[in-house]
Every structure is written in C-alpha cells, then in structure tokens.
C-alpha cells in the first residue's frame, strides 16, 4: 500500500508496522532520518511489545551518521557518502573527522580527528558552514549545521526576485549555502510584507519580527542610517534583527545593499550531540 508513496532516504516519514495483536513492532521504512527506530523503541515501551529493528548500525552499536545528522539538523551533502561512512564503519575501518564546531573529547568508536588521521584514511566528515576548500579527504561527507540567522530590511512592496537575488549573491560572495540557514528576522513593519513572506516561504525559512524597542536594545556594532530611523525608528533593520534571533553581538556579515533590499547575518550558538 506504501510503495507507491516512497521517494527517498531523505524525505520519506517512517512508517511503523504492528501486529494485530501488538506482540511485534516493527520499524520499516525511515527508521534513521524518519526516526523509526526511536519511534519504533517508545510505542513498543507503551504498549509493551518487542521492537524490531533491522538496521545494521543499530545493531552493531555503530555510530550512524544519519542519525547523528538529524538529530543536530545538519544537511547532508550526499546519501551515497553517507552509506558508504557505515559501511566502512561496519567493517571496522576507522572515519576521519574535521568540525567548526568544538568536538567532544572522546568521540563515537570509529571516528578519529582529522589530526590524527594519516594517509589511509581517505573517506571522512566535516562539520561546518564553509564547504568549499574543506574536501579535506579523498571523498568528504559535508554536514551544514543550521547556524545563519538572516536580518533582511527592504523597502514597501519589494518583489520576492529582488530579496531572493541579494540574499543568494551574498551568501555566495561569503562562501555559505542555503542550507546553512536557520532563520529570517525583520522587524514588525514587515510582518505582512509579500516579497519577504514569499522568500521565506520558497525556501521554507521560519520568519521572526521584532518591534522597533526590542531591536533598539539589541547591542553590538551597528551600522547606523538616519533615514531608516526616520521610518522605522531603528537606525538599522538587518543587522538588529539579525543579531536579536541570534541572542548575539557579533554579525558575521554586516548589512549589503541593492535594489531596495538589505541583508546582514549573525551566527546563533550551536553544540553538536553525539
């Protein structure tokens, strides 16, 4: 009956088989990405049946990297790495790994730091916004971390293609990718504004706004523009609202002009769970 409705690794839910009698619960499709596995494990807690799961790093007790990045909200660059990764972890071959983020001091069995990786170990991981430069292995599995928190300000009734062109071009211009976006923050003016709510949505970005005395509190530096404040009341829309979704004070790009629209970014903490 579910044939029909399965697409991908990436995208498909999961599904959970049970008996009529609720003695076996079996976790059939998506039990990593999906959470079948979890999923599977917590209802047979409930109605006390036996979980069934098949997947070979569960059952090993291998560090799944799916898993790992699902739970973190990482993108992943490529499935067939990924596969490849338990595979090797499987046959008790050892995982380089490189992160921007900090790592903890002792890591999953089977993964070693890029440090102390030699030249044999040429399939790896790296964690990190900054993708290009960091093939860093022979064949590296990339995983995004959701960290970018957009500040966007744009003038009345500004087209969804002009947010759309000066939000891609500088998040090329500073080597970042769409997946490493978190959110979009504004401030309330714009709460309604078409273009904007149309950007977020193609892209399916969570939308916070900010009134004019929350992002007057924010502190860092700012860039400062009388006229913004004369219609706004803030001197600066993209860069408060970016660092108020951020709970930070440092902007990792400061504010870009073009056509109506202003961009800046700030970075939101993260800690990665193994």
Do not use: W
């Not at 309330?188 to 005395?213: I, M, N």
């Not at 660092?243 to 004070?249: D, G, H, P, T, V």
Request: hydrophobic share 40%; proline share 4%.
């Amino acid at each position: 009956m579910i044939a029909p409705f399965i697409k991908s690794k990436t995208t498909d839910p999961c599904v959970l088989c049970i008996d009529e009698k609720g003695q076996y619960i079996i976790s059939l499709l998506s039990g990593h990405i999906g959470g079948g596995n979890e999923f599977t494990l917590e209802t047979a807690s409930l109605i006390n049946g036996i979980p069934i799961i098949s997947t070979a790093t569960d059952l090993n007790d291998k560090f799944a990297v799916d898993v790992f990045a699902k739970k973190n909200e990482l993108s992943i660059s490529s499935m067939n790495l990924a596969k490849a990764i338990s595979s090797k972890l499987l046959q008790n071959i050892n995982i380089g790994i490189k992160s921007d983020l900090p790592l903890p001091q002792t890591l999953p069995n089977g993964l070693i730091p890029y440090e102390n990786c030699d030249d044999s170990t040429s399939l790896g991981i790296y964690i990190g916004l900054y993708p290009k430069g960091n093939t860093i292995f022979k064949d590296t599995l990339i995983l995004t971390p959701k960290q970018v928190v957009l500040g966007i300000g744009c003038k009345k009734n500004t087209p969804l293609e002009n947010i759309e062109t000066l939000v891609l071009d500088t998040l090329e211009k500073n080597n970042l990718t769409l997946e490493s976006i978190y959110s979009v923050a504004s401030i309330d003016l714009k709460k309604d504004e078409a273009g904007l709510l149309a950007f977020c949505e193609k892209y399916k970005l969570p939308f916070t706004t900010y009134s004019a005395e929350e992002l007057l509190a924010v502190k860092g530096s700012i860039s400062s523009s009388f006229f913004v404040k004369s219609i706004t009341g803030v001197d600066s829309v993209c860069e408060r609202a970016a660092l108020a979704k951020a709970n930070s004070e440092k902007l990792l790009i400061t504010k870009t002009a073009c056509q109506g629209v202003t961009v800046a970014a700030s970075l939101r903490s993260f800690t990665l769970i193994f």
